[in-house]
């Protein structure tokens, strides 16, 4: 296999009534780990690099060309992905580099702005055969910007979808951005009439902070496309923790980076079997 779009990937998913595992690249370790988390579970996955990674970074450019490079070179189906663009220049960009989808993030705008930013973003990756992912009723935990309770209505989703022609949507169901805590409450109810209601697949954010088991009745209820970072990264931190405690004289970084990569790669292969409702098993 080969790099791939996240439109294959993310269409295939919804067609089966499973869940796409889309987690976020933090630097050249992660992308390897989730790259290896496919090799192992045998599923797809969705690598996203954010506008917050390209700018911490310098620029998309280094982190994306590199991701894209360990994409094509992957025994697994693998999709490049660009993350909460709120700059539509990030998103020309991307396109340009060779991603095969974006997502462009109104969602802390009006909602007319939202419409008409985003339609125009998603008639230039239509041009280019870009999938697009736009975002409408504001996901919690962005600096502080979306109030508690926030959800997406399914009958402005549907004028949403229709007015900007984006192929995916993220909605608000109850998660929230950077919980390091799985106690959030997903709208069940909410994500079956959105599923009724919308001719694209649900993309689910803030998933970090959602329990396995709420996450698995997520998918079965319509969501497709789930995103996953802070939790991730827990684990990668955990385990450069855990190495650098046992060695107070070890400096080499790719002996403590290492472990922590194998540690990503670990949960992240048991959250794609998850997500395609391939086991059981769950964790809180």
Do not use: W
């Amino acid at each position: 296999m080969t790099l791939v779009s996240a439109r294959e990937l993310v269409t295939d998913a919804a067609t089966r009534g499973t869940g796409i595992g889309a987690f976020n690249v933090i630097h050249l370790e992660t992308a390897e780990g989730l790259v290896r988390a496919s090799a192992e579970s045998g599923l797809p996955v969705i690598l996203q690099i954010s506008q917050n990674c390209a700018d911490y970074h310098g620029g998309l450019e280094p982190i994306a060309l590199a991701t894209l490079a360990i994409a094509r070179r992957a025994d697994t189906p693998v999709a490049v992905h660009l993350d909460h663009a709120e700059r539509p220049d990030l998103v020309d960009e991307a396109i340009a580099l060779g991603f095969g989808s974006v997502m462009f993030d109104g969602g802390a705008l009006p909602y007319d702005e939202n419409v008409a930013i985003t339609a125009a973003v998603a008639e230039r990756a239509h041009a280019a055969g870009v999938y697009i992912e736009g975002e409408l009723g504001e996901v919690g935990g962005k600096d502080g910007a979306h109030a508690p309770g926030v959800r997406t209505d399914p009958d402005e989703a549907r004028a949403f979808v229709a007015a900007t022609g984006v192929d995916a949507l993220a909605v608000a169901v109850g998660s929230s951005h950077a919980m390091t805590a799985r106690t959030a409450s997903l709208d069940l109810e909410l994500i079956a009439r959105l599923r009724e209601a919308l001719p694209v697949p649900l993309v689910l954010h803030g998933s970090s902070g959602v329990a396995d088991a709420v996450i698995a009745d997520a998918v079965r209820a319509g969501m497709t496309k789930i995103n996953v970072s802070t939790h991730l990264n827990g684990f990668f931190t955990r385990a450069v923790r855990s190495t650098l405690d046992a060695d107070q004289k070890l400096v080499d970084s790719r002996k403590y980076l290492s472990p922590a990569r194998d540690a990503l790669a670990g949960e992240a292969a048991r959250m794609l079997r998850l997500f395609a409702l391939e086991t059981a098993e769950v964790a809180g």
